[in-house]
């Protein structure tokens, strides 16, 4: 960011990249998700702090490039579907009914199958968040909760900014609008909140497996620890191990 605020990013540079992408937002954006994963939380939380949450910075699509879950998933309904109101969630971490987020995600029908993915691949050019506002506001609250004197006051805070957001606050209409969750809480029950919102606030962004992990999460609740390695890996490395198990 130094570098940026040297030398300003060029009005040619940014007429040459992809519409719909936050330079500096997605920077410290991205900075503050990766600072969380490795348990850098000061770095982290300065790194949310810096971004602009009234922005949006997404991947766009066209009729010649698709959005590729909607392609994939939502536009044949016979790949991948939601089997429940859960999201994925277990026992007491599974979604309030009231929550406006599942609707937001996870549409209803007539027809079978009853629940469909929506959110951001209900059409063929809906663009793709490279971060949620929501997102950023729970790293605080990750961050906060897991430093060296963890502050749990603060982390509450910002966990309540996410439970409580309605839609219309919320640059891409996501918004779980329900009462502020009251403490006091110990901070393994303030990060089992966490991670319950975080699975709810970013449902289908491909973070969850990392915070199954980070979290501690039971095999139980997951099928695999890490990803099999891909075919091309595969076919062109002899000496590529064993996919990892299930």
């Known amino acids: 960011m130094q570098a940026i605020s040297a030398n300003p990013i060029s009005a040619t540079f940014l007429s040459n990249i992809p519409a719909g992408v936050d330079i500096v937002n997605t920077l410290n954006g991205l900075k503050a998700r990766y600072s969380l994963y490795v348990g850098k939380f000061p770095e982290a939380l300065a790194a949310a702090n810096a ?120 640059p891409f209409g996501v918004g779980a609008d329900l009462p502020a969750l009251v403490g006091p809480f110990t901070q393994a029950q303030l990060l089992d909140q966490i991670y319950k919102h975080r699975s709810i606030e970013l449902y289908n962004s491909g973070l969850r497996l990392e915070d199954t992990r980070r979290f501690g999460k039971p095999n139980s609740e997951k099928k695999r620890n890490f990803y099999p390695y891909p075919f091309r890996e595969r076919d062109n490395n002899p000496n590529t191990p064993p996919d990892p198990t299930y």
């Open 51 to 170: 971004v602009d949450l009234t922005k949006k910075s997404t991947f766009n699509f066209d009729l010649q490039n698709l959005n590729p879950i909607f392609e994939t998933i939502t536009s044949t309904n016979n790949v991948a579907a939601p089997l429940d109101s859960t999201m994925g969630l277990f026992g007491s971490l599974k979604p309030d009914l009231a929550d406006k987020r599942f609707p937001f995600y996870i549409s209803t029908n007539a027809s079978a199958p009853i629940l469909r993915v929506n959110g951001f691949a209900s059409a063929t050019t809906t663009p793709l968040p490279i971060y949620l506002p929501g997102e950023m506001t729970l790293i605080k609250a990750e961050a906060y909760a897991r430093q060296t004197a963890p502050d749990l006051a603060n982390a509450l805070v910002e966990l309540n900014k996410v439970v409580t957001k309605k839609a219309v606050n919320d």
